[in-house]
Antibody
């Protein structure tokens, strides 16, 4: 079955960097677009970024553009999010998600989600 | 990339129906058929209920239905059950390959 497992979260100081990973299994990872979505404590969901199945296209929310970089390694079935210049506003649970199928429209919703990894930006 | 507007709260008694609205603009909800709805219980990951305005993934009961009129999408939960008490979020494609979420609605089953 589809499984997504995020890792790499933790406590980091403002201005520092962190890299999150999303390990995928149970499906042909290289055929699916993938997304990151985050949720600040007690707040709503916020879309962060998407990457096409072959990594050729990447798009970001304005709130992270220029600071976060999404990438993937299809040979290792893993997606990444490199986060730089972190601020307190980036404190959140970060989820990776995948659509239902491999179509274009499946890049815009999450049918399968990981359990999330918590990033806390604090001095 | 402005958030979609949802009512902060909604409520209904068991067996009743409740509708949650999600208002955007012609640049997101009104301009595309890529509206989705999610249910989230405390401490859990979101669960997809509806995609592409009105489609239900396998395993989601038909008590959950979606629709759209102009710039407003709606989720209707029929035959309310205690386990339906959760937070509900809408999302929409917003052009330029980005997605926007609503602020969420806390549904209380009275």
């Amino acid at each position: 079955q589809v499984q997504l497992v995020e890792s790499g979260g933790g406590v980091v100081q403002p201005g520092k960097s962190l890299r999150l990973s999303c390990a995928a299994s149970g499906f042909t990872f290289s055929r699916y677009g993938m997304q990151w979505v985050r949720q600040a404590p007690g707040k709503g969901l916020e879309w962060v970024a998407v990457i096409w199945s072959d990594g050729s296209n990447k798009h970001y929310a304005d709130s992270v553009k220029g600071r976060f970089t999404i990438s993937r390694d299809n040979s290792n079935n893993t997606m990444y999010m490199e986060m730089n210049s972190l601020t307190a506003d980036d404190t959140a649970v970060y989820y990776c998600a995948r659509g239902l199928s491999t179509g274009y429209s499946d890049n815009w919703f999450g049918a399968y989600w990981g359990q999330g990894t918590l990033v806390t930006v604090s001095s | 990339q402005s958030a979609l507007t949802q009512p902060p709260s909604a409520s209904g008694s068991p067996g009743q129906s409740v509708t949650i609205s999600c208002t955007g603009t012609s640049s997101d909800v009104g301009g595309y058929t890529y509206v989705s709805w999610y249910q989230q219980h405390p401490g859990k990951a979101p669960k997809l209920l509806i995609y592409e305005v009105a489609a239900r993934p396998s395993g989601v009961p038909d008590r959950f239905s979606g629709s759209k009129s102009g710039n407003t999408a709606s989720l209707t939960v029929s035959g309310l059950q205690a386990d339906d008490e959760a937070d509900y979020y809408c999302s929409s494609y917003a052009g330029s390959d980005v997605v926007v979420f609503g602020g969420g609605t806390k549904l209380t089953v009275l």
